[in-house]
């Protein structure tokens, strides 16, 4: 099976830094990628991991562990506008993609 | 949003009727995608296409059909609508063989409604 698991919803302050963790059955993906999606749009493409190490880029770094099937998406300096749904998505390479439920986060002033 | 335009945006319809959702890009992109969203599920995939006439079924394909005669759209169709297809749906495109990202772009969406 191909499960990605996620917290439901989080909550953090302006300004401050949070983690998300994403946790997958270790058969059957390429790469993990991490999607941003607001409320009542369309899901954005943020990072992709295919090698096990921290990938910066900007305000967000993603993290991939391939042998503990574990991921996480930290997002530093947090802005109001941060706040959304953060979608944990297994690469199956082939040509489809896994997605998790995602995790509601908003960021408070 | 990279060149990708659903169609209709919003639709409400009744149980029984056939309706079709249009799916339109611009990027000459191989792969598209069909997948619904619900709450407490993460996306999933209804069918994909990987070429004019070559289509696939996802994981939810059932009482869905497609169609792709030209690259530039992907038609979706829900042949006898029920009140479980109620759902968001987004329409994606991916270009996998420029690249091994298979990192894929997503429209709009369609907010439609059985009832």
């Known amino acids: 099976g191909q499960n990605i698991d996620q917290p439901t919803e989080m909550t953090a302050t302006e300004g401050a830094i949070v983690q998300i963790n994403c946790t997958y059955q270790?058969?059957?993906?390429?790469?993990l990628f991490w999607y941003q999606q607001h409320a009542g749009e369309a899901p954005t493409f943020l990072s992709y991991?295919?090698?096990?190490g921290l990938e910066e880029k900007g305000r967000f770094s993603s993290f991939l562990s391939r042998s503990k099937g574990y991921s996480y998406l930290l997002l530093k300096e947090l802005q109001m506008k941060d706040s959304a749904s953060y979608l944990c998505?297994?690469?199956?390479?082939?040509?489809?993609?896994?997605f998790g439920s995602g995790t509601r986060l908003q960021v408070q002033p | 949003d990279a060149g990708i335009t659903q169609s209709p945006r919003h639709k409400v319809t009744e149980t029984g009727t056939p309706v079709t959702l249009r799916c339109h890009q611009t990027?000459?992109?191989?792969?598209m995608y069909w997948y619904r969203q619900d709450p407490g599920h993460g996306l999933r995939l209804i069918h994909y296409?990987?070429?004019?006439?070559?289509?696939d079924k996802g994981e939810v394909s059932d009482g869905y059909s497609v169609s792709r005669s030209k690259t530039e759209d992907f038609l979706l169709t829900l042949e006898s609508a029920t009140s479980s297809q109620t759902s968001v749906y987004f329409c994606?495109?991916?270009?996998?063989?420029?690249?091994?990202?298979?990192?894929?772009?997503f429209g709009a969406g369609t907010r439609l409604s059985v009832l």
């Open positions: 270790t058969s059957g993906f390429n790469g």
């Open positions: 994606a495109i991916s270009d996998p063989d420029g690249g091994a990202k298979n990192i894929q772009y």
């Open positions: 991991n295919v090698l096990d």
């Open positions: 990027e000459n992109h191989r792969y």
């Open positions: 296409s990987y070429g004019v006439k070559d289509t």
């Open positions: 998505v297994g690469n199956t390479g082939r040509r489809a993609l896994t």
